[in-house]
């Protein structure tokens, strides 16, 4: 099952944290930028090509210690087919380095919709009877806001192809209670979601005894993690917010279950960004990452 691989692949690094590579073009070091631009001028292909170097040097330094990224899929559409395309090498080379990839779309719509969603990043396409691979991720992010119809293909395909979701429950930003926390028959809204992932995950349980149905929970609401924790027990979240959202080790602790497992945690500009938050020569732009990236499991681990 694939959260198994997800699960093995932590306690294989003792590492229970995930590197969104969700890079603009000025997050790039400048020497990188001027290069590229150089070749293909300031254009969508130009910067497209630094966000590739720039992806591939920190999953160079990071693979070692690290047991899956997390590309954001808006920061590479921003940047049109060129950037599609450097999404669809970033995923594949990430996978090369044995990292377990989280392609963070958060998409859904109504069932063929989904299913053509779900074709793209988990399953496959059918070019008249040749089934091909449009991406090759282990795992998306859903919205279950379509209710059950647009949460079936993905089931359908992380079963049939061994992947994973996981489902936006209560997520990190500030404006999430405007609708995730409006009471709903006595109960706030992000409880019947979790509800739902606990049934969903019946479908595709694993040998650790969590499903390949995860949930979204934000680090920066811990009381709810707690209570959304005891609610999903066979769940995996998945635990934006950390770093630069916020939230801290403390703050994820109550997403883990007592094994130590349950929670991955996510950071992104903490770690792409890490020369400039510790002024470093653009130079080191790596070494600054694999420095945050050693801190941030130092953190965790050392808090479980």
């Known amino acids: 099952m694939s959260m198994d691989v997800l699960i093995e692949k932590i306690k294989e690094k003792n590492n229970p944290s995930v590197i969104g590579l969700d890079p603009k073009v000025e997050y790039v070091p400048g020497f990188i930028r001027e290069k590229c631009y150089e070749q293909y001028g300031k254009t969508l292909k130009g910067a497209a090509q630094a966000i590739l170097e720039f992806n591939k040097n920190l999953i160079d330094g990071l693979f070692d210690i690290i047991p899956a990224v ?76 379509l209710g059950s119809d647009g949460i079936e293909p993905f089931i359908n395909d992380c079963n049939k192809y061994n992947k994973s979701i996981f489902v936006l429950v209560k997520t990190s930003n500030k404006s999430s209670g405007e609708l995730q926390d409006l009471t709903v028959d006595g109960e706030m809204l992000y409880e019947k979601v979790a509800a739902l992932v606990n049934q969903w995950g019946q479908k595709s349980m694993g040998n650790h005894g ?95």
């Open 210 to 304: 969590y499903s390949n149905i995860g949930a979204v929970v934000g680090a920066t609401y811990p009381e709810q993690a707690a209570k959304l924790r005891k609610m999903m027990p066979n769940a995996y979240f998945l635990v934006p917010g950390y770093g630069a959202q916020g939230g801290t080790a403390k703050d994820v602790m109550n997403s883990f279950n007592k094994d130590g497992l349950g929670a991955i945690v996510n950071s992104s500009r903490g770690i792409m960004c890490a020369y400039k938050n510790m002024k470093m020569d653009e130079k080191d732009f790596v070494n600054a990452a694999r420095e945050a990236a050693v801190n941030m499991k130092n953190e965790i681990v050392s808090s479980l």
């Open 70 to 145: 997390k590309p954001q899929a808006a920061y590479y559409e921003m940047y049109g087919y060129e950037g599609v395309r450097v999404l669809h090498e970033t995923v594949e080379y990430a996978k090369s380095k044995g990292l377990y990839v989280i392609a963070d779309i958060k998409r859904n719509d109504i069932g063929s919709t989904a299913e053509a969603y779900s074709s793209a990043y988990l399953g496959t396409t059918d070019i008249d009877g040749i089934q091909t691979n449009a991406f090759q991720s282990d795992s998306v992010t859903v919205n279950p806001y």
